[in-house]
């Protein structure tokens, strides 16, 4: 694998669809962090905020000091991170605006000596046409890691089509596209020759060392009982399967679910109570823990789940990051039966109905042994980040040496 210090550099301008400060770690911050640590000059830009009441909400938890409130920037590492604001709902006009804005920027942050790369992930963002038009860059990329018209709030035909033509259109503008998941890579490729698959990954560096606090877990999880089946990430309704999870808690009445992360209905803020697992005893919801910190968590685990439904969203373009963060500590992975999982049945217990679900918890606590551990951990290793953005940068140089 090449090494951090080689190779060729470039400039980033990295349009998200979401924040930076998002508490939970992405494909894209995986990809950016990576990128700005080998040295590549990167501007992260947050998908514009619009200045409503959750706005204001963040602004008084602190999260938006004075500085980051006039300038949109602020710093993390050597990554700077652009957070436009919509004060209004012309977003076709600001998203002139914030493209010229973000120009300015690189002007003003990038080496004039290396060349620019537009890096797109946020394929729904309004005037996608603007920032490609206004924004300098010698390469144009989608990183495609979502199945985007799949997504709920695109509830009418009319809203579908566009994010499809918005789609359609940055696909055959790009002079080269990623897919994480193969109905992803089927769909591009209608839009563009230079597609390439490339399927999440996860951080095997930091995740492997988690067998290491075993005997200092977080307090939250050290005195639960035992057997604990753990799943971190986003809870919401067009993804987490709550049904499952509410016949998994009543099928193991002595087992320990312990849930880790938001909780969403619609895309807005919701309860237990709300996704339907409220007046469960043996399910245990913590709120989202710093990046820093989350591998102590899986550290109390005896097995992960991801008990995602099967829908036109994941199986057409799902591949959990958090798969091979789990694989990495080691643990058995009960997951549904998502395409993007196919090559890894060795490792994981794929799941084709509840009652098999069900019965693959309960196998891999039986089966679990050190053997098992290290094949897991042997695929997490390969399957990294650093691996993942060397495949990238490969070939984002064969274009750009041509």
Known sequence: MQSRQEGQKYNIVCLSNQIWDYPLWTNKKHVMKRLSEQGHNVIFVDPPINTGFLFFKHVKAGKWNLKRILEWTYKDENITVFSPLNFFPAFEFLSKMHAQLISDLSTKKFDKNLKTILWVYHVEIAGIKNYIDKISHDVLVYDCVDNYPAFPKYDTLEKKEKVIKQE???????????????????????????????????????????????????????????????????????????????????????????????????????????????????????????????????????????????????????????????????????????????????????????????????????????????????????????????????????????
């Not at 067998?211 to 753990?230: A, C, S, V």
């Not at 695929?379 to 940068?393: F, Q, Y």
Request: hydrophobic share 35%; with cysteine; glycine share 6%.
């Open 168 to 402: 359609e259109f940055l696909a055959k503008q790009a002079d080269i596209v990623f897919a994480t998941a193969p109905g992803l890579m089927d769909k591009l490729k209608k839009y563009n020759t230079n597609v390439h698959f490339m399927p999440n990954v996860g951080d095997f560096d930091k995740f492997v060392t988690s067998q290491n606090y075993k005997k200092d877990l977080p307090e939250e999880i050290r005195n639960l009982k035992r057997p604990i089946i753990g799943y971190t990430g986003a809870v919401d309704e067009y993804k987490f399967d709550a049904q499952l999870v509410k016949k998994l808690a009543k099928d193991y009445p002595n087992y320990t679910f312990v849930i880790i992360g938001p909780l969403a209905l619609k895309d807005r803020e919701a309860s237990a109570q709300d996704i339907g697992l409220g007046d469960l005893e043996n399910v245990v919801f913590l709120k989202s823990k710093p990046y820093s910190e989350i591998h102590k968590y899986f550290a109390g685990f005896d097995s992960f789940i991801i008990p995602y439904q099967l829908n036109d969203y994941t199986v057409g373009g799902c591949f959990p990051v958090k798969f091979h963060d789990a694989l990495a500590t080691g643990l058995p992975v009960v997951v549904t039966d998502l395409p993007a999982y196919a090559p890894f049945e060795d490792v994981s217990y794929i799941s084709k109905s509840y009652n098999e679900f069900s019965q693959n918890i309960r196998k891999s606590l039986e089966e679990d042994n050190e053997q098992r551990i290290k094949q897991r951990q042997w695929v997490a290793k390969d399957n990294n980040w650093d691996g993942k953005v060397s495949k990238m940068l490969a070939l984002i140089n064969e274009l750009t040496n041509k």
